[in-house]
Protein backbone atom coordinates (compact mmCIF):
# COMPACT_ATOMS: atom_id res chain seq x y z
CA UNK A 1 0.00 0.00 0.00
CA UNK A 2 1.00 3.80 -0.45
CA UNK A 3 2.44 5.82 2.29
CA UNK A 4 2.72 9.65 2.40
CA UNK A 5 5.76 10.69 5.20
CA UNK A 6 6.38 14.03 6.58
CA UNK A 7 9.19 13.64 8.79
CA UNK A 8 8.97 17.05 10.24
CA UNK A 9 6.40 17.90 11.94
CA UNK A 10 6.84 21.02 13.17
CA UNK A 11 9.27 24.20 11.20
CA UNK A 12 10.79 27.72 11.64
CA UNK A 13 12.33 29.98 9.17
CA UNK A 14 13.00 33.54 9.40
CA UNK A 15 11.05 35.65 7.19
CA UNK A 16 12.88 36.22 3.49
CA UNK A 17 14.47 32.56 4.34
CA UNK A 18 14.32 30.05 2.16
CA UNK A 19 13.28 26.80 3.88
CA UNK A 20 12.45 23.31 2.34
CA UNK A 21 9.98 20.97 3.42
CA UNK A 22 10.66 17.34 2.76
CA UNK A 23 7.94 14.54 1.98
CA UNK A 24 8.68 10.95 1.05
CA UNK A 25 6.74 8.10 -0.70
CA UNK A 26 6.08 4.92 -0.87
CA UNK A 27 4.74 3.18 -4.00
CA UNK A 28 5.20 0.43 -6.47
CA UNK A 29 3.29 2.06 -9.81
CA UNK A 30 5.07 4.24 -12.31
CA UNK A 31 2.62 7.02 -12.68
CA UNK A 32 1.59 9.13 -10.15
CA UNK A 33 1.18 12.59 -9.21
CA UNK A 34 1.98 14.08 -6.49
CA UNK A 35 0.32 17.89 -4.40
CA UNK A 36 1.73 19.85 -2.36
CA UNK A 37 -1.33 21.47 -0.57
CA UNK A 38 -1.35 24.36 1.63
CA UNK A 39 -3.82 25.34 5.09
CA UNK A 40 -3.41 28.37 6.65
CA UNK A 41 -4.82 29.16 9.87
CA UNK A 42 -8.27 29.65 8.13
CA UNK A 43 -8.15 25.94 7.69
CA UNK A 44 -8.96 26.63 3.77
CA UNK A 45 -6.80 23.59 1.92
CA UNK A 46 -4.86 25.35 -0.68
CA UNK A 47 -3.22 23.80 -3.33
CA UNK A 48 -0.01 25.13 -3.96
CA UNK A 49 2.09 22.70 -6.63
CA UNK A 50 1.43 19.61 -8.88
CA UNK A 51 3.85 17.10 -10.52
CA UNK A 52 3.27 14.53 -12.46
CA UNK A 53 5.60 11.74 -12.10
CA UNK A 54 6.36 11.06 -15.80
CA UNK A 55 8.00 14.63 -16.40
CA UNK A 56 11.78 14.55 -14.79
CA UNK A 57 11.57 18.88 -15.05
CA UNK A 58 10.60 19.86 -10.99
CA UNK A 59 7.56 22.12 -10.92
CA UNK A 60 7.55 26.03 -10.12
CA UNK A 61 4.92 28.05 -9.20
CA UNK A 62 6.23 31.72 -8.00
CA UNK A 63 8.20 31.24 -4.80
CA UNK A 64 7.26 27.61 -4.61
CA UNK A 65 9.68 25.11 -6.32
CA UNK A 66 9.64 21.14 -6.15
CA UNK A 67 12.94 18.78 -5.65
CA UNK A 68 11.19 15.66 -7.04
CA UNK A 69 13.37 12.90 -6.86
CA UNK A 70 11.72 9.62 -8.14
CA UNK A 71 13.79 7.29 -7.97
CA UNK A 72 14.54 8.25 -4.16
CA UNK A 73 10.81 8.68 -3.75
CA UNK A 74 11.31 11.84 -3.02
CA UNK A 75 9.36 15.08 -3.12
CA UNK A 76 10.48 18.24 -1.17
CA UNK A 77 8.71 21.48 -1.34
CA UNK A 78 11.36 24.55 -1.50
CA UNK A 79 9.78 28.51 -0.53
CA UNK A 80 11.64 31.07 -1.44
CA UNK A 81 11.54 34.21 0.19
CA UNK A 82 9.35 33.31 3.02
CA UNK A 83 6.83 35.68 3.88
CA UNK A 84 4.42 35.73 7.02
CA UNK A 85 1.54 34.77 4.88
CA UNK A 86 3.47 31.49 4.41
CA UNK A 87 2.95 30.22 7.90
CA UNK A 88 0.76 27.14 7.63
CA UNK A 89 -0.03 23.81 7.87
CA UNK A 90 1.71 21.78 4.70
CA UNK A 91 0.01 18.64 3.18
CA UNK A 92 2.29 16.75 0.87
CA UNK A 93 -0.86 14.46 -0.95
CA UNK A 94 0.11 11.00 -3.61
CA UNK A 95 -2.76 10.69 -6.37
CA UNK A 96 -2.16 7.27 -8.04
CA UNK A 97 -2.93 7.59 -12.05
CA UNK A 98 -4.36 3.79 -12.02
CA UNK A 99 -6.87 4.04 -9.10
CA UNK A 100 -9.20 7.13 -8.89
CA UNK A 101 -9.71 6.95 -5.30
CA UNK A 102 -6.03 6.67 -4.26
CA UNK A 103 -5.20 9.97 -3.06
CA UNK A 104 -2.66 9.73 0.48
CA UNK A 105 -2.25 12.93 2.44
CA UNK A 106 0.51 13.11 4.86
CA UNK A 107 0.43 14.14 8.49
CA UNK A 108 1.74 17.48 7.53
CA UNK A 109 4.57 19.90 8.66
CA UNK A 110 3.78 23.11 10.57
CA UNK A 111 5.35 26.04 9.19
CA UNK A 112 5.58 29.00 11.27
CA UNK A 113 7.65 32.69 9.92
CA UNK A 114 9.99 34.52 12.15
CA UNK A 115 9.34 37.82 11.56
CA UNK B 1 -12.20 30.36 -4.55
CA UNK B 2 -12.38 26.64 -5.48
CA UNK B 3 -15.51 26.15 -6.87
CA UNK B 4 -16.60 23.71 -4.62
CA UNK B 5 -19.49 25.43 -2.18
CA UNK B 6 -20.31 23.83 1.32
CA UNK B 7 -23.11 24.41 3.74
CA UNK B 8 -23.58 24.97 5.95
CA UNK B 9 -20.19 26.94 7.45
CA UNK B 10 -20.96 26.00 11.13
CA UNK B 11 -23.18 23.62 12.68
CA UNK B 12 -23.56 22.84 16.55
CA UNK B 13 -25.95 20.56 17.47
CA UNK B 14 -26.04 17.84 20.67
CA UNK B 15 -24.80 14.37 21.37
CA UNK B 16 -27.30 11.88 19.58
CA UNK B 17 -28.28 14.08 16.83
CA UNK B 18 -28.42 14.18 13.40
CA UNK B 19 -27.03 16.46 10.71
CA UNK B 20 -26.58 16.48 6.91
CA UNK B 21 -23.53 18.57 5.20
CA UNK B 22 -23.74 19.70 1.58
CA UNK B 23 -21.58 19.89 -1.21
CA UNK B 24 -21.78 21.13 -4.42
CA UNK B 25 -18.24 20.21 -6.47
CA UNK B 26 -16.96 22.22 -9.36
CA UNK B 27 -18.66 22.36 -12.35
CA UNK B 28 -18.03 19.46 -14.72
CA UNK B 29 -16.09 17.60 -11.87
CA UNK B 30 -17.72 14.09 -10.97
CA UNK B 31 -16.14 12.88 -8.28
CA UNK B 32 -16.98 14.23 -4.84
CA UNK B 33 -14.66 13.01 -1.72
CA UNK B 34 -15.66 13.51 2.16
CA UNK B 35 -12.80 14.14 4.54
CA UNK B 36 -13.04 14.50 8.00
CA UNK B 37 -10.07 16.59 10.28
CA UNK B 38 -9.86 16.98 13.59
CA UNK B 39 -8.24 19.33 15.30
CA UNK B 40 -4.66 19.54 14.77
CA UNK B 41 -5.03 16.42 12.99
CA UNK B 42 -4.31 15.04 9.49
CA UNK B 43 -6.99 14.34 6.55
CA UNK B 44 -8.85 11.13 7.31
CA UNK B 45 -10.61 9.88 4.27
CA UNK B 46 -14.11 9.07 4.80
CA UNK B 47 -15.79 8.02 0.83
CA UNK B 48 -15.82 8.65 -2.47
CA UNK B 49 -18.61 9.10 -5.64
CA UNK B 50 -18.10 9.17 -9.00
CA UNK B 51 -21.01 10.39 -11.09
CA UNK B 52 -23.50 9.62 -8.28
CA UNK B 53 -21.76 5.77 -7.80
CA UNK B 54 -19.70 4.79 -4.16
CA UNK B 55 -16.12 4.39 -5.75
CA UNK B 56 -14.15 4.17 -2.61
CA UNK B 57 -14.44 4.13 1.28
CA UNK B 58 -12.11 4.65 3.75
CA UNK B 59 -12.94 4.95 7.37
CA UNK B 60 -16.44 5.61 7.64
CA UNK B 61 -18.07 4.99 10.37
CA UNK B 62 -21.50 3.20 10.35
CA UNK B 63 -23.48 5.84 12.01
CA UNK B 64 -22.09 7.76 9.01
CA UNK B 65 -23.33 7.48 5.06
CA UNK B 66 -23.35 9.89 2.02
CA UNK B 67 -24.85 9.94 -1.97
CA UNK B 68 -24.32 12.07 -4.53
CA UNK B 69 -27.40 13.08 -6.67
CA UNK B 70 -27.68 13.27 -10.19
CA UNK B 71 -26.92 17.05 -10.60
CA UNK B 72 -23.55 15.67 -8.38
CA UNK B 73 -23.98 17.52 -5.23
CA UNK B 74 -23.24 15.00 -2.57
CA UNK B 75 -24.90 14.95 1.06
CA UNK B 76 -23.04 13.64 4.03
CA UNK B 77 -25.52 12.62 6.41
CA UNK B 78 -24.21 11.94 10.17
CA UNK B 79 -26.14 10.25 12.79
CA UNK B 80 -26.07 9.38 16.97
CA UNK B 81 -23.82 11.95 16.86
CA UNK B 82 -20.64 11.79 19.74
CA UNK B 83 -18.33 14.52 20.85
CA UNK B 84 -15.67 12.86 18.89
CA UNK B 85 -17.21 13.45 15.61
CA UNK B 86 -16.24 17.39 16.29
CA UNK B 87 -14.29 17.98 13.53
CA UNK B 88 -13.62 20.16 10.56
CA UNK B 89 -15.26 18.18 7.54
CA UNK B 90 -14.33 18.55 3.84
CA UNK B 91 -15.63 17.76 0.69
CA UNK B 92 -13.43 17.85 -2.43
CA UNK B 93 -14.01 17.70 -6.25
CA UNK B 94 -11.89 15.95 -9.31
CA UNK B 95 -12.38 15.81 -12.97
CA UNK B 96 -10.43 13.07 -13.94
CA UNK B 97 -7.49 10.96 -12.98
CA UNK B 98 -4.60 12.70 -11.90
CA UNK B 99 -5.71 16.07 -11.47
CA UNK B 100 -6.14 17.79 -8.28
CA UNK B 101 -8.30 17.56 -5.46
CA UNK B 102 -10.57 21.11 -4.92
CA UNK B 103 -11.12 21.64 -1.45
CA UNK B 104 -14.53 23.41 -0.42
CA UNK B 105 -14.00 25.77 2.85
CA UNK B 106 -15.00 23.13 4.88
CA UNK B 107 -17.73 22.83 7.62
CA UNK B 108 -17.20 22.24 11.44
CA UNK B 109 -19.34 20.76 13.20
CA UNK B 110 -19.36 20.89 16.82
CA UNK B 111 -20.78 18.16 19.42
CA UNK B 112 -21.99 19.00 22.89
Known amino acids: AQTVTQSQPEMSVQEAETVTLSCTYD???????LFWYKQPPSRQMILVIRQEAYKQQNATENRFSVNFQKAAKSFSLKISDSQLGDAAMYFC????????????FGKGTRLHILP | DSGVTQTPKHLITATGQRVTLRCSPR?????VYWYQQSLDQGLQFLIQYYNGEERAKGNILERFSAQQFPDLHSELNLSSLELGDSALYFCASSVERGSPLHFGNGTRLTVT
Open chain 2, 27 to 31: SGDLS
Open chain 1, 27 to 33: TSESDYY
Open chain 1, 93 to 104: AYRSDIRDDKII
